[in-house]
């Protein structure tokens, strides 16, 4: 049964890629993300799961979004877990040449599951989440200090990792590749359902059980909200991964 709803989560995927290909006025931009990943483990059962990502065009350099994440992570059952969390999230302008270089705050909460099953090989991540939209209210080109509610979101993601160097058993290099699929659903969502895709490749290196910096290249293609219109951006990522594991120290 498994692997049947993985395959069809890929023949999903892969269509959901092929309805959108045939579109036009597509804008192409060139973007890098670095992000900061610290983890908190309190016990086998328990962590704090948070990011600092900077996101910015690179021709002209300019910023695009800044974010702050937490989510508070509890295993489940075996391979399943449960999450929730909030996100602060800055809105730079689509447009880097744009005159009004306006920030609009945008508050995330989020709430989600996931699976994650190891083969002889290879591993798989199963993720899925919905998130609420809540964006500052912007009036005569200022901010207000209200915010509306706009849509929610769904998003599923399936990730695969492939160790590719071993050193003394621990997996030293990882090879990552990702596909995530966005959904909007409200009443303010009419020509725009399909939000976007974003396909991931990348290469992890293990520094040590507590730290791993990762390089990679994310496709990201989002419909604009006029249905027509689309974004199809290159992004590099550079990531430092860290676990503070108190855990660890509790048992010392």
Excluded at 6 to 17: D, I, P, T
Excluded at 29 to 53: A, D, H, M, R
Aim: proline share 3%; net charge positive; charged share 20%.
């Amino acid at each position: 049964m498994k692997n049947r709803i993985e395959k069809a989560v890929l023949v999903f995927l892969l269509l959901s890629q092929i309805s959108i290909l045939g579109q036009k006025n597509i804008t192409h931009q060139k973007l890098f993300w670095i992000g900061y990943y610290p983890t908190l483990v309190f016990n086998k059962n328990w962590s704090l799961k948070n990011e600092i990502q900077e996101r910015v065009f690179l021709k002209p350099f300019q910023q695009h979004q800044l974010l702050f994440r937490s989510d508070l992570e509890r295993k489940i059952v075996e391979h399943w877990s449960g999450f929730a969390g909030f996100t602060f999230f800055l809105q730079s302008p689509n447009n880097p040449y744009a005159e009004n270089k306006l920030i609009v705050p945008e508050l995330r909460p989020n709430i989600g599951i996931q699976n994650n099953q190891n083969y002889a090989f290879f591993s798989v991540s199963h993720r899925f989440k919905l998130e609420g939209r809540f964006f500052a209210i912007v009036e005569e080109n200022r901010l207000t200090n209200d915010y509306v509610f706009s849509n929610l979101r769904m998003r599923y993601q399936l990730g695969i990792d492939v160790p590719l160097y071993k050193k003394e058993q621990s997996e030293k290099i990882i090879l990552k590749v990702k596909d995530e699929v966005l959904f909007n659903i409200g009443s303010k969502i009419v020509k725009n359902t399909f939000d976007q895709n974003r396909i991931y490749l990348g290469l992890q290196t293990v520094v040590n059980s507590n730290v791993a910096v990762e390089f990679g290249y994310l496709n990201w293609f989002q419909q604009q909200a006029n249905g027509i219109d689309f974004y199809n951006r290159d992004i590099l990522r550079l990531s430092l991964f860290h676990k503070i594991d108190f855990k660890n120290k509790t048992n010392e």
